[in-house]
């Protein structure tokens, strides 16, 4: 059975960057489709970026030029770099990974965005 744990999260200001990781366990990572989700306070979670296990990229309009996804398939580890960052992404970010229509969920790591 595989596990995701996020890591990265934190407080940082408007216009700062920051990077979250999310390293598997217990199954070969190569396999899996990843995606990082957000689920800001009273709003349902929504789509970050995904990055296929051929390594093809897709990201929410909002995101687009200021977030990159990434993946190490040797470290078994997805990565999610945030630049300009803004209040509004402030939010509690969940990586995912698919296999053969299997979902599997971090628990999360916190991110927020203030001055």
């Known amino acids: 059975q595989v596990q995701f744990v996020e890591s990265g999260g934190g407080l940082v200001q408007p216009g700062e960057s920051l990077r979250l990781s999310c390293t598997a366990s217990g199954s070969i990572f190569s396999i899996f489709d990843m995606s990082w989700y957000r689920q800001a306070p009273g709003k349902q979670r929504e789509l970050v970026a995904t990055?296929?296990?051929?390594?093809?990229?897709n990201y929410a309009d909002s995101v687009k030029g200021r977030f990159t996804i990434s993946r190490d398939n040797a470290k078994k580890t997805m990565y999610l770099q945030m630049s300009s960052l803004k209040p509004e992404d402030t939010a509690v970010y969940y990586c995912k990974g698919t296999d053969i229509g299997n979902n599997y969920w971090g628990q999360g790591t916190e991110v927020t965005v203030s001055s």
């Open positions: 990055i296929s296990r051929f390594g093809a990229t």
